[in-house]
Structures are given as C-alpha cells and as structure tokens.
C-alpha cells in the first residue's frame, strides 16, 4: 500500500469513529500517525522539486496579503506603500512576490503581495507550495476578500492550515525531555482533559520511548500533535473586505450575515476600497494593533529626544531587547537606563534590563565610557 492509500485509510477510519472517552486514545494515535504519514509523503514529493520565492525580510515587522486571484491585494499595497505591483481584473495578474513598504507610526512595515492563491494551494496547485513558503515567514496575514465572495475566506484558512499555519492561536504549553529509560511519564495540569493514554499513546507514534512530558491548558488531540511535530507556524491574522464601496445600504445586512456564517464579526473586520483607497487609515491602524508594535522614543546625549525615527520593538519587550536592538557595543557598556511615559512610575525612573517598556517610553541609556 501507498502512502496516498494509508493515508486516506487513516482519514477514513477517524470520519467514521465517533469520538468519545473511550475512542480518544485511538483517534489520538491515528491522528499522530496520520501527521506523520503527511509530512513523510511531503518530503518525498519535494525532494528535487521547485524553488521558494526568494523575499529578504527588511523593516520592522513583515505582512503577507493573502488572498485568491484578482481580489484587489496588488492595488492595494500599491495604496499603502511606494510598491509598484501590475494590476487587472483578471487572475493570476501577480506571479512574483512583490514587497512594498508601509511607513506608519515611525515604523518600517514590510507588505508582501503574494501571488493569488487557488484552492489546492498547499499541495503545489498554482505554485501554491511557495507562496505559503512566504506567507510561513510573515508576522502578520491580512486576508483579503471580496463583499462578494466573503464565503471563500473558510478555503482560504484551509489552505493555510494544510501548510502548516496556525492562526489566531499559541502552540500548546508543552515540555519534552527525552531520557535513557523508564518509559514515558506524564504530568499536566488539572485543565488539560486528555486522557494520560492518550498522551503516551500519540507521543509513542511520534517516534517516543522514554520522556518526561509535561502538559498544561487546554488542549485537543490536533493541538497536541501540532506541539509535537515542530514545524507548525503560529501567526495572528486580520481580515479586510474590499469593494466596500459597491455595497448599498438593502445589501449589507446579506454581507453581515455571509461574514457571521464564515465565524467572523462583521464589526471587527475592516471594510476598504483599494481601488477608491477608502477605510485604508483604519487598515493601516488594525496592522499596527495586531502586529503589537511600540513605539521607544531614544533620549540622545546632546540631540535631545528623537521623536520622529523611534526604535520600533514588540509589546512586552524589555530594556534588554533595546539594548540588543542598539547594538553590542552598547550591551557591554551598559549601566542603567532612565525611562519616562506609560511603563514609568515617574519621569526619569532609574530602571535595569528587565524593565518591560511601552509605547511611546522615553529611553535614555546610561553607559560605561
């Protein structure tokens, strides 16, 4: 039997199992079995195969535009950066990668118009594989979707999660330490439902003997084999709806019930024009809240307060990541930092590498001579 056979068996076998307390342990190990039998197939079906597109990631954050052939993404980074990406009502108008620059809030933003994807994408269908190559290296996915085609958005997450990107989630709280002998022990936390057989059992298909395997949240059985199998990508995503302004008022309420029957909340996607370039201030802004941006205002010896080109870093980041942003040098010389703004307790506050800043800080480092 084939790998294509075993694995549609597999498929078969887990459709047709009612899942319960007393078929969990089954259906985990199948699924584990399954991921394993998918990503054996893939490795034999690219080996010698083609190329990725080659996009060097600059700026401070990168997006990726996602979306099916001749939705509007290539007029739209035009809109929003100084790219140049050929446009037309047609499909497969992008056939490159095309990167654009979105300077927003004293931050580099990278946009990645990747080409329009078909559905078959993560199986090579389209070049589909090395889009989502790209789309694999991003912060951040804007999926773009017509108001008249708002049900192909499901398909489009589909295509995504076949190549390995999770969305809008955080891998599972897990910890794997492999050892000599002894078996494998389990020990999670009261939120963690699955059953320790299961546990063991989808960790033995993975290939372990002998762990101490540590478990806590909740997590499904699909979550689990992600955390185990090590190539899944995490990313949040954001959702705009172009050609908004072709709705009339007796359509709408069709446009709102079409994003509800696809799982999203007609008040928190963005409705844009590209074309007309409307509701592109408020696209601008949800690329900045979901990518967590701040913004950290240096305070240079003799030059003042630099407020027109900050250091741009992440939300939860400290002085420590400041400090490796601004370079090595500085990292050995470094004493102290005074901050002032939201993370302070007062101006001038006199705080050490683990200080956690926040947007729009006062930085001043103090270093050794």
């Known amino acids: 039997m084939g790998l294509e056979e075993e694995i549609e ?47 060097e990631k600059t700026g401070d954050a990168t997006v990726a535009l996602v979306g099916f052939p001749s939705v509007g993404k290539s007029t739209l980074i035009n809109a929003l950066t100084n790219a140049d990406s ?5 499909e497969f108008t992008t056939l490159n990668v095309n990167p654009g620059m979105l300077k927003y809030k ?28 790209v789309v694999r290296t991003a912060d951040l996915v804007v999926f773009m979707l017509s108001v008249f085609e708002i049900e192909r958005y499901e398909r489009l997450q589909q295509e995504l999660y076949n190549n390995k990107i999770r969305l809008d989630t955080s891998p599972p709280n897990l910890s794997i330490n492999k050892k000599g002998k002894g078996g494998i022990n389990v020990t ?72 509800r029957e696809v ?27 979901a990518l967590g941006l701040i913004r950290i205002y240096m305070d240079k010896p003799g030059r003042g307060v630099d407020y027109d080109e900050p250091l741009v870093l992440r939300e939860g980041d400290t002085i420590d990541d400041a400090i490796h942003e601004l370079g090595a040098k500085l990292d050995e010389r470094f004493r102290f930092a005074r901050v002032s703004g939201p993370s302070a307790k007062h101006d001038d506050q006199q705080v050490g590498r683990d200080h956690v800043l926040a947007d729009e800080d006062v930085l001043r480092i103090i270093a050794q001579r």
């Open 188 to 259: 999670k936390s009261d939120s963690v439902d699955l059953e320790e057989e299961t546990i063991k059992g989808i960790l033995r298909e993975h290939g372990f003997v002998n762990a101490e395997v540590t478990l806590r949240g909740e997590t499904t059985i699909d979550e689990l084999v992600d955390g185990i199998m090590k190539n899944r990508v995490y990313l949040p995503s954001i959702v705009a709806v172009n050609k908004a302004d072709l709705i009339d008022k007796d359509y709408l309420p069709t446009v709102e019930e079409n994003l």
């Open 106 to 133: 004293g931050a580099n933003i990278q946009i990645l118009d990747v080409p329009g994807l078909i559905e078959g994408a993560a199986g090579g269908r389209g070049g589909g594989k090395e889009v989502l190559s």
């Open 9 to 55: 068996d597999i498929r078969e076998e887990i459709s047709n199992t009612p899942y319960n307390k007393s078929t969990e342990a089954h259906i985990g190990r199948l699924k584990a079995k399954l991921a394993e039998l998918k990503e054996k197939l893939e490795n034999q079906s690219s080996a010698g195969g083609g190329q990725g597109y080659a996009v």
């Open 86 to 90: 050929e446009t037309g009502e047609y």
């Open 263 to 289: 799982g999203l909340d007609p008040d928190e996607v963005t409705f844009i024009s590209a074309e007309a370039e409307k509701g592109l201030d408020a696209l601008k802004e949800e690329i900045w809240d």
